[in-house]
């Protein structure tokens, strides 16, 4: 089992800046795939950033390349997301998951097999 706690959402004007972080505990950390999901409301949940376990690959969707950056600290059981730039679009409850295969990057989100309560990111124009 793995329990994720995420943190650092809130209220942020267009152009700004948010970090968000998700705790982990209950597994060894460092075999994870970690994950940052997004969710809209009337809209279908999807993939923002993922990390394997070296740091080393990474992968982004489209909409956030350049704005966006996943990181984690394998010593802290850390995953960040930080967010600049950002858009009224970013707005939604932001997710952190885990993926145990950690041969692939996984992009959907039936391939993560635990999930934190999320946290809420407004972005006002």
């Known amino acids: 089992q793995v329990q994720l706690v995420e943190s650092g959402g809130g209220l942020v004007q267009a152009g700004g800046s948010v970090k968000l972080s998700c705790a982990a505990s209950g597994r060894a950390f460092g075999t994870l795939v970690m994950g940052w999901f997004r969710q809209a409301p009337g809209k279908e949940r999807e993939i923002v950033a993922a990390?394997?376990?070296?740091?080393?690959?990474?992968y982004y969707a489209d909409f956030v390349k350049g704005r966006f950056t996943i990181s984690r600290d394998n010593a802290k059981n850390t995953v960040y997301l930080q967010m600049n730039s950002l858009k009224p679009e970013d707005t939604g409850t932001y997710y952190c998951?885990?993926?145990?295969?950690?041969?692939?990057?996984?992009?959907?989100?039936?391939?993560?097999?635990?999930w934190g309560q999320g946290t809420q990111v407004t972005v006002s124009s």
């Open positions: 998951a885990a993926c145990t295969r950690d041969w692939v990057l996984s992009r959907k989100a039936e391939e993560y097999d635990y």
């Open positions: 990390i394997r376990r070296s740091s080393v690959v990474k």
